[in-house]
């Protein structure tokens, strides 16, 4: 006996209405439900799946918040690499120094002064040495230079303040030194006068001084406004200017050019293109 055909089960029709819950994706239904359990996978801009929370939501007790820590290191460090780079010179010369016996010390800073002799015998060597090392206030120069060398990074970068920082201590040097050498051929000062101890950090500070006064951000200059009262009143850099004293010239000399050249490669820094990196962001 034939049976009765039964109903015909009708197409189902997909609901596009608003709100209306989405069908599974096609696929590996493993690979959905992993996805479905694991709520901390998130896009990437390439359109991939990334374990942990989207960027910018690690929690405290997330593994990449550690990342993302050492990375912010990473670009403080980079970004302020001179200033960082001369303040630990700075103090590694200055423990080489202080390990030394008294006989020693003595022979390096006469080998790294300035003087007029030195740089007619090793000009490199001693314009170099003179720069890391001083023979009083050793402890008080570590803040004297973050004060200015930091704020001076931050409004030129990094080429640019390595410039303006040469350009102060050996300007500094051959103006102050080389008004001696004429004084001492012109017989106003005695022959001993090309021999005299000049080394110190002094000409870089003061250069990075003006670069942050006027071209730094407001708190670079309030560092530099209290680190160029400090060298003024206590230090007394200036002193002697009237009677062309080597300390007071160079000082003078090297404010002036870190006035100038940190103006010329600020200027250049502003009208330098911006250039944008190619391709997507990396994840930080």
């Known amino acids: 006996m034939p049976h009765a055909p039964g109903p015909v089960a009708r197409p189902q029709r997909r609901n596009h209405r608003a709100g209306a819950p989405s069908p599974p994706p096609a696929g590996p239904p493993g690979l959905w439900l992993r996805r479905a359990r694991h709520p901390a996978l998130h896009r990437t801009a390439s359109g991939r799946t990334a374990p942990g929370r989207p960027p910018g939501q690690h929690g ?48 390096m800073l006469w080998w790294a002064s ?25 402890y008080a120069w570590p803040l004297l230079i973050a004060l200015a060398l930091f704020g001076a990074n931050q409004a030129l970068g990094n ?18 030194e080389g008004i001696v050498a004429y004084r001492v051929r012109s017989g106003l000062l005695p022959a001993g006068a090309n021999r005299i101890l000049d ?40 002193a002697g200017l009237s009677t062309l004293q080597v300390a007071a010239v160079g000082h003078a000399t090297a404010l002036v050019t ?8 600020a200027w250049q820094r502003r009208r330098a293109p911006r250039r944008q990196p190619a391709g997507p962001q990396p994840l930080i």
């Open 60 to 107: 405290p007790g997330s593994p990449y918040r550690g990342r993302v820590t050492g990375n912010r290191i990473r670009a403080l460090l980079a970004r302020y690499a001179v200033a960082w780079i001369y303040l630990g010179g700075f103090l590694l010369t200055g423990l080489v120094y202080a390990a030394l016996p008294g006989s020693d010390r003595h022979a």
């Open 159 to 176: 080429w640019r303040t390595a410039v303006v920082l040469a350009a102060g201590h050996v300007i500094g040097t051959l103006v102050s």
């Open 199 to 238: 080394v110190g950090p002094s000409y870089v500070v003061v250069a990075a001084i003006m670069v942050a006064l006027l071209y730094g951000s407001w708190w670079a200059r309030l560092a530099a406004a209290a680190d160029l009262a400090l060298l003024v009143f206590a230090g007394q850099i200036f």
């Open 258 to 265: 870190g006035a100038v050249a940190g103006g010329l490669l």
């Open 114 to 138: 300035t003087d007029v002799a030195n740089l007619q015998h090793h000009p490199v060597g001693c314009l170099v040495l003179s720069a890391f090392v001083t023979n009083d206030g050793w």
